[in-house]
């Protein structure tokens, strides 16, 4: 049954006490124009049993890739301890997502505190916040630190960073007055090509890896930026690479944020995901949402709270540093959870296993598939470009997912000069038998 909180006794007490007869009429402010006017064109409602048939006949439509998925682009499946879900479904973390009240929220404001510092132990950074919504809206906040830490009116942002998340940035700073400038990518190595910074420059915004799976000079950009007193900002769309790369904080990176949907929360059809936003001790008190801090009660005991909380992002609306006013709560306990019985060995086996499937890959496709070739030639750590022989990318992608195995992203939806190119992805969950299969299924697909 449908939850319905005021009879229409209740209803008709509320009309009275503001003054008015009925719906229309309390209404009636909003322009006739603007109003629905007609039913709504709904279904019949369904039973309970219908509805949940219904929603498994949809569910059946959904393709499984049996031989293998070598999507990433932004969205990576890692193994996931069963654990982890095990752990998040118990009652002690089902409680209100907000834990003003720190003496009846210690275990979620804990949770929250070992999400932080697991963060920062990963990105090298000083301070993380209490996660945000995804890996975009972490990157448009951090530019946003980035403006009001410099004052500066233009933010350089490379054309590896993932095109969505550019998208992202887009709206967030509409109307800001903060210029957008794109650095593009060398055409042969796919490093952004960063040329002189002017001092109206706030940031520079990189990935790394980039989207197209190249491994940045994060230390060469940093220091750029830095010498032109621009902040140098990092996204790591998978920071399961941490664990084999240079941390951000170790190279002289000022925010460094992104999402840490690899990090134990699942492939799910683009979300729920969660953001995570960390920097240096300088910029603690411009990074927006929630911070716990640990500290003790007055008899010594160790507790947790909320803290340098001005909630002026809950106020101030359009002068606010950002309009982020919740958490991911659940999928940060899943992240803190999974890193914790990781740990820096297991994430660090993670980490090399999907470099060297995806070095192994490569390699097939180099000495095994005449006609295809690396597009790039730079640095990767899981991801690369390969490109197909002309036209037939995207009748490849079609062939190989009728033969059950997911091929990728087709580049030239994003980037038109990747012609003919897929972006193929590897994690610890690709087997070599996986990889194999994939190259003879090419081969078959050339002889057919």
Known sequence: MPY???????????????????WDELFSFIPEELRLNRPLELPPALSEYDLVDYFKSLADKNAIFSNGSFLGAGAYRHFIPSIVGHITSRSEYLTAYTPYQAEASQGTLQTIFEFQSLICRLTGMDVANASVYDGGTAAADAVIM??????????????????????????????????????????????????????????V??????????????????????????????????????????????????????????LGNPVAYGGPYVGFLACTQKLMRRIPGRLVGMSEDTEGRR??????????????????????????????????IYLSLLGPNGLSSAAQ??????????????????????????????????????????ELQQYLACEGIEAGYLLQESYPEFKDCLLLCCTELTKKAHIDELIERIKSFEEA
């Open 353 to 394: 296993s999907s470099f060297q499937a995806s070095q192994y890959l490569q390699r097939r496709c180099q000495e095994d598939l005449p006609g295809y070739s690396l597009a790039l030639n730079g640095c990767t750590y899981n991801e690369f470009v390969l490109r197909c022989p002309e036209g037939k990318a995207d």
């Open 4 to 22: 319905l909180p005021h009879t229409p006794d209740d209803i008709q007490a509320m009309m009275e006490t503001v003054g008015v007869k009925d």
């Open 146 to 203: 980035a403006h009001g830490q410099t004052r500066r009116s233009k933010v350089l942002v490379s054309r590896g960073v993932h095109p969505q998340i550019r998208e992202v940035l887009a709206t967030y700073l509409a109307g800001s007055g903060l210029k957008i400038e794109e650095v593009p990518l060398n055409p042969q190595s796919g490093e952004t090509e960063l040329g002189e910074i002017d001092k109206d420059t706030a940031a």
């Open 205 to 262: 915004l990189v990935q790394i890896p980039n989207f197209l799976g190249i491994v940045e000079d994060g230390a060469a950009i940093s220091e750029k930026a830095h010498q032109a007193g621009a902040l140098a900002i990092v996204e790591v769309s998978d920071p399961v690479c941490l664990a084999m790369l240079e941390a951000p904080g170790a190279y002289g990176a000022d925010i460094c944020c992104g999402d840490a949907q690899a």
């Open 303 to 336: 507790g947790f709270c909320l803290t340098l909380q001005a909630r002026e992002q809950h106020i101030r609306r359009e002068k606010a540093s950002s309009n982020i006013c919740s958490n991911q709560a659940l999928c940060a306990l899943a992240t803190t």
